[in-house]
Each structure stands twice: as structure tokens, then as C-alpha cells.
């Protein structure tokens, strides 16, 4: 059984950072990646960045880039997604995803695992 547990999420001002960790347990973790996404109210769960579990690919969608990173430590089964210049359309619960396999997918259908989601608020 996999776990996923994320961290970091909170209220912050606009321009401020945060960096949300997840920490994954219950398997090895060979040729698995990961995702995060987000859903804010209202809206369709929505990819935000995915990366192999080797680190060979990272990708995040336009609305974030330059501004968001997703890296992993494998030694410690964590992917983390540090978040810079924020702005208060980022606000929304922020989930990472699991999916066996060597890279990840933008489509939240494909993943088999998922954490509680944590909850990021961004305040003008």
C-alpha cells in the first residue's frame, strides 16, 4: 500500500514562496513518478508539474513556469514543489500524485496513488 503525504501548504502574500513537500512510503520506488496538481473551488483538478522518479523529466504547465520547480530526493522518497512569486490565482488545495511507470502524465486519471492534499492560500 502506498502513502503519500504532503506538507508545507499555508496562507502567504502575493510575491511571497512556499515550498510543499511529498513524502511517499510503502513500496520501492524504482520507475515510479510523480505528479502535483491543484484544484482551486469551482475548478477541474489541473496539472502543475510531473516529474520521473530519476529525475529525467520535469515539466510544468505555462501558468507556472518560470515561477514554480518540482525536484525529488530519492534517498529520502520526497518530491517537492517550491513555489516563487505567488499569486493569489494560485490559491487551491495542491495534491501529489503517484503513477508506476518511467514518467509522469498531465492526465489525473492515470495516476494510482494520491495524497490528502494540502491547501495553499495566496493573499493579495
Known amino acids: 500500500q502506498v502513502q503519500l503525504v504532503e506538507s508545507g501548504g499555508g496562507l502567504v502574500q502575493a510575491g511571497g514562496s512556499l515550498r510543499l513537500s511529498c513524502a511517499a512510503s510503502?513500496?520501492?520506488?524504482?520507475?515510479?513518478?510523480m505528479g502535483w496538481f491543484r484544484q482551486a473551488p469551482g475548478k477541474e483538478r489541473e496539472f502543475v508539474a510531473g516529474?520521473?522518479?530519476?529525475?529525467?523529466?520535469?515539466l510544468s504547465t505555462d501558468s507556472v513556469k518560470g515561477r514554480f520547480t518540482i525536484s525529488s530526493d530519492n534517498a529520502k522518497n520526497t518530491v517537492y514543489l517550491q513555489m516563487n512569486s505567488l499569486k493569489p490565482e494560485d490559491t487551491a488545495v495542491y495534491y501529489c500524485?503517484?503513477?508506476?511507470?518511467?514518467?509522469?502524465?498531465?492526465?489525473?486519471?492515470?495516476?494510482?496513488?494520491w495524497g490528502q492534499g494540502t491547501q495553499v492560500t495566496v493573499s493579495s
Open positions: 500524485a503517484g503513477l508506476l511507470g518511467g514518467s509522469y502524465s498531465r492526465n489525473p486519471d492515470e495516476y494510482e496513488y
Open positions: 516529474i520521473s522518479w530519476r529525475g529525467s523529466y520535469a
Open positions: 510503502g513500496r520501492t520506488f524504482s520507475n515510479f513518478a
